[in-house]
């Protein structure tokens, strides 16, 4: 039997990797960490590591923001040369609002796609959802569809989890 890893034992596995092997793990750990996740790291981190983290991410949003925001400017600027200073401030903030929006509205709808389960899936998870009824744990039910369709173990948590959020198994 394995016995659980405690958090230093995997802090010590991940100290003794090579310059590339923690580059990548930390890739991997990006690929599959949640914000709620990487606030709990910020949060731990010392305060000038925060520091240049905030640096950090200020330089991206401006790399990202400000060719837009000049854009809207002088798009403004064009279409209403007789305006005010406040008025022009004003429509590039809304204009800019609507692409924030916009992005957000994508951004959303991608994840919910990334998340919502496939049509082609909808037979495995209904038979995980049956044999998890049956009171089969994680790993029995993996084993079990495993031999019809590709799946992980990680894959099959995720469809239980969803099935007790839908109300479909017991929490």
Same mark, same amino acid.
């Given at each position: 039997?394995? $016995?659980?890893? #405690?958090?230093?034992?995997?802090?010590?596995?991940?100290?003794? %990797? #090579?310059?590339?092997?923690?580059?990548?793990?930390?890739?991997? !750990?990006?690929?599959?960490?949640?914000?709620?996740?990487?606030? %709990?790291? %910020?949060?731990?981190?010392?305060?000038?590591?925060? /520091?240049?983290? /905030?640096?950090?991410l200020g330089r991206q949003f401006i790399a990202d923001m400000l060719p837009g925001l000049l854009v809207d400017a002088i798009r403004a600027g064009r279409e209403y040369p007789q305006a005010e200073e406040a008025e022009l401030?004003?429509?590039?903030?809304?204009?800019?609002?609507?692409?924030?929006?916009?992005?957000?509205? %994508? +951004?959303? =709808?991608?994840?919910? +796609?990334?998340?919502?389960?496939?049509?082609?899936?909808?037979?495995?998870? =209904?038979?995980?959802?049956?044999?998890?009824? !049956? &009171?089969?744990?994680?790993? $029995?039910?993996?084993? #079990?569809?495993?031999?019809?369709?590709?799946? #992980? !173990? &990680?894959?099959?948590?995720?469809?239980?989890?969803?099935?007790?959020?839908? &109300?479909?198994?017991?929490?």
């Open positions: 039997m394995i $016995e659980k890893a #405690t958090s230093r034992a995997i802090f010590d596995l991940y100290e003794s %990797l #090579t310059d590339d092997g923690k580059c990548a793990f930390l890739r991997l !750990l990006g690929r599959t960490m949640s914000v709620q996740a990487l606030c %709990l790291a %910020l949060d731990a981190m010392p305060t000038l590591q925060q /520091a240049e983290f /905030a640096s950090m401030a004003k429509m590039v903030i809304e204009r800019q609002a609507n692409y924030r929006q916009s992005v957000r509205e %994508l +951004a959303e =709808a991608e994840l919910k +796609a990334a998340r919502d389960p496939k049509k082609r899936n909808a037979e495995r998870d =209904a038979e995980i959802v049956r044999l998890a009824k !049956l &009171g089969k744990t994680s790993g $029995e039910v993996h084993r #079990t569809v495993k031999s019809r369709w590709p799946c #992980t !173990l &990680g894959a099959v948590n995720q469809v239980i989890m969803r099935a007790k959020r839908d &109300g479909q198994l017991p929490k």
